[in-house]
């Protein structure tokens, strides 16, 4: 039965929303990595014949059925803390789904305008090519935001030994390439375009039995989960009972080498609670225990907070060195959360809603990079929460010596939702990339220790007050992607787009059927 134009448009934009739909099943929690494949299968069959127009909408659709469901979770901060009601909050969801979409949109106007005919280097070539691209814009142009890259969801699955190689796009890659041979097998009828995911799956394999760092003694770690409610955050009645929760728990684990306390997890400004401060400093030494501990600072010269994490207790190796206000031994947040931590037009916006006057929503950002965090003789690369979905920006704070990874978060700020599960599994890619254990430690969970492989050695259950003792052994040394960041990649990027160029003239519709 011949179906009616309306009719056939409807099916293929439900057909484009359903395909990016199934993507988001790959990431966390739910874990079906393999689904990446059919989703991109999905797309490249709306592709296939498509005009540049019809491509342009077709590669919309699909990233908003990515996005939409994928980014469903920043709602719970709109609507629970900012005021705002979900009608209100799904039409700007919407909004900031069809804004990333236009990337993922351009990429398939590219391919379709330029890549067009029948030769297998459009799919082979062009298309995991400029996908990079429209991926890379995503999370650079403005303030970037590189969620929901494809790499993520495979931190579990059999290519994740191209991230300490090429990073997390590396893995992206592999699986564009491994989903366009498939596409090219059902396009051709011939099964040696098996042999592309089959050779990528086995150098994944071989890559992850290569060895890049040397590795020290085992360190014991606390790391403590307050489960302050976001609602008491920053009542300054909350402060005494907040800050007791973090002393009690920490009070049961002074024979740990190193106490983490999450992003903030002293809600209040750095200069009020000096006296406390230095107690607590010497209260660690005591114990022979290092503290890293979220807090507010506010640099009275500059007139500028920021959003911190210190170091205290024991900190140089010979446990010498001790807290005083505005010592060096900080880390002060780099890449701050729009609106969370910055409202851009303020002017314009602060008035519309409570959700753009949130709590400490006036921070200044720190350097780019700054020297690591000491604690008890141990360097600790830090990132705040947000910024550790930037690759590049973590990696540049990791040296050869650098023994962990250290992120604190306030995931409360996203209630039951996925989005602290995607967050964290974005966190085990960075640990993977620079082969380096990571020690994630949050307000409400997911608070983590995971290995240099990124895999999970110590885990705590969500919403409960809690500490996750382990014992990690810390790394030095440099992988690839440490030492030459995302280079290697852009040039792979360059020269698969320039052999697609290449070919274009064996891509014409007179070419030969695959």
């Keep these: 039965m011949r179906l009616s134009p309306v009719t056939s448009k ?3 934009s439900l057909s484009a929303l359903a395909s990016g739909a199934i993507a988001v099943l790959a990431f966390s929690p739910f874990g079906y990595w393999p689904l990446v494949i059919p989703s991109l299968l999905g797309l490249y069959a709306l592709l296939d014949k498509a005009t540049p127009k019809q491509a342009a909408w077709r590669g919309f659709g699909y990233a908003m059925g990515l996005f939409l469901p994928g980014l469903w979770w920043i709602h719970v ?30 990429a398939c106007w590219v391919f379709a305008r330029f890549f067009g005919g029948r030769h297998w280097s459009r799919w082979q070539l062009a298309f995991p090519a400029l996908w990079l691209v429209a991926d890379w814009l995503r999370g650079w142009v403005m303030t970037g935001f590189p969620w929901l890259w494809f790499g993520y969801s495979q931190i579990d699955g059999p290519l994740k030994g191209f991230a300490p190689i090429l990073g997390v796009q590396g893995i992206t890659l592999a699986l564009l390439l491994s989903a366009s041979a498939i596409w090219l097998v059902w396009k051709s009828r011939s099964p040696l375009w098996l042999a592309v995911p089959a050779l990528l799956v086995a150098g994944a394999h071989g890559l992850m039995q290569l060895n890049w760092v040397t590795r020290g003694e085992p360190v014991k770690v606390a790391l403590v989960q307050g489960n302050i409610a976001q609602s008491l955050k920053w009542d300054p009645e909350a402060l005494a009972p907040t800050v007791r929760t973090y002393q009690d728990l920490s009070r049961e684990n002074q024979d740990a080498d190193i106490i983490v306390w999450p992003e903030s997890a002293i809600p209040a400004i750095e200069k009020a609670m000096g006296p406390y401060l230095e107690n607590l400093d010497k209260a660690m030494k005591v114990n022979d225990t290092g503290l890293l501990a979220g807090i507010i600072h506010y640099d009275e010269q500059q007139q500028r907070f920021y959003n911190t994490v210190l170091g205290m207790g024991v900190q140089d190796a010979d446990g010498k060195e001790s807290y005083f206000y505005n010592h060096s031994n900080r880390y002060n947040k780099y890449h701050l959360l729009p609106i969370g931590e910055f409202v851009p037009f303020e002017d314009l916006l602060r008035p519309i809603a409570p959700f753009f006057n949130l709590p400490m929503s006036s921070f200044s950002r720190g350097d780019e990079v700054q020297p690591n965090l000491i604690a008890k003789g141990l360097k600790f690369a830090a990132a705040i929460c947000y910024e550790i979905i930037f690759p590049e920006e973590v990696r540049r704070n990791v040296n050869a010596d650098t023994d962990f990874l250290l992120t604190v978060s306030n995931d ?21 990339e620079l082969a380096r254990p990571l020690l994630r430690d949050t307000n409400t969970g997911i608070t983590i220790v995971t290995d240099i492989d990124g895999s999970i050695i110590g885990q705590i259950p969500q919403f409960e007050a809690g500490v996750l003792r382990s014992e990690v052994r810390p790394a030095h040394g440099a992988t690839p992607y440490l030492r030459f960041g995302s280079w290697p990649l852009y040039g792979l990027t360059v020269l698969l787009l320039g052999l697609a160029l290449a070919l274009r003239p064996k891509a014409h519709p007179w070419a030969r059927e695959l």
């Design 10 to 12: 409807i099916l293929l």
């Design 77 to 106: 901060s709109m609507t629970e803390f900012g005021g705002i009601p979900l009608p209100v909050a799904f039409v700007l969801l919407a909004g900031l789904s069809a804004y990333l979409a236009l990337y993922p949109m351009l």
């Design 412 to 432: 409360a700020w996203f209630g039951t939702s996925i989005g602290p599960w995607q967050h964290m599994e974005i966190a085990r890619m960075r640990a993977l």
